[in-house]
């Protein structure tokens, strides 16, 4: 069965008392939301240890925003995955588009974290998506596939139950400017299509994925009415509890 997700990408905002009143907030709106939809919050790593004591008890699950490449050593300033699911994390995102940009983050890179995070029993938001090169260029496609071969295929049909794929077209990014409802939808479609060719029908069918770039309570309601969009990756509206559950109840 396929899953609905809203996940809130809170990167580097919030100190951790800021961070803890956010979780407290989303926890109590979560209580307005049907079953079918899991919140997952995505706080810096320093929040992690007390946002988790705030989900206890709730529907809401942690993420972290990423995570190593080595399991554990020398490699200061370094999180683990186990690390991270030791803390309680749930999740981790992984690949996503300001790492790759700004961090090196190769696909290679994201095949060795990857492998980590399924090995500390982390599930894993893997970050799509081009850039506006790219896509004015009419390469969108070939990219995102790419970046769906060259990761996810290195993985088998058992792994893929702990993948969630996030498409994020890079210009679309705390933009303002939002992929059209059909722009996203033709993408998601794609992205179902090249997994249905490695992993089989019922492997794309329960795959869950994300639109990310610019999802707000106003665009989110035409967003997750098509066919293939399963929720969103959601950044600067995530910092607001209230637009967070607005966008979780545009289902
Ligand atoms: P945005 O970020 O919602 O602020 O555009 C989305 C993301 O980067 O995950």
Redesign the pocket.
């Known amino acids: 069965m396929r899953k609905y997700i809203v996940a809130g990408?809170w990167?580097m905002n919030t100190t951790v008392p800021e961070g803890v009143e956010l979780a407290k907030s989303v926890v109590e709106k979560s209580k307005e939301l049907p079953s079918n939809v899991e919140l997952v919050v995505a706080p810096p790593f320093t929040h992690l240890a007390s946002v988790a004591e705030v989900l206890k008890g709730s529907k809401v699950v942690l993420s972290a925003q990423n995570c190593a490449d080595h399991a554990k050593g020398a490699y200061t300033g370094e999180i683990s995955a186990d690390m991270l699911a030791s803390v309680g994390c749930t999740y981790t995102?992984l690949g996503?588009?300001?790492r790759r940009q700004y961090y090196g983050e190769t696909d290679e890179k994201l095949v060795e974290k990857m492998k980590l995070a399924f090995a500390a029993g982390l599930k894993v938001i893997l970050?799509v998506g081009e850039n506006l090169t790219e896509r004015e260029e009419g390469r969108h496609f070939d990219v995102v596939k790419e970046q769906i071969v060259n990761v996810l295929y290195q993985f088998t049909a058992e792994d893929m139950a702990n993948v969630v794929v996030?498409y994020?077209p890079v210009w679309?990014?705390?933009?303002g400017k939002t992929a059209t409802a059909e722009q996203a939808e033709e993408i998601h479609a794609c992205i179902r299509t090249v997994v249905c060719e490695k992993f089989g029908a019922e492997v794309a069918e329960d795959l869950t994925i994300l639109y990310?770039?610019?999802?707000?309570p106003s665009n989110a309601v035409e967003l997750f009415a098509q066919k293939d969009i399963d929720g969103g990756?959601?950044?600067?509206?995530?910092l607001k509890a209230d637009d967070f559950i607005a966008i979780a109840l545009s289902f």
């Open positions: 990408n990167k995102i996503h588009s300001e970050c996030a994020e679309a990014i705390g933009t990310g770039g610019s999802c707000k990756l959601i950044g600067g509206a995530a």
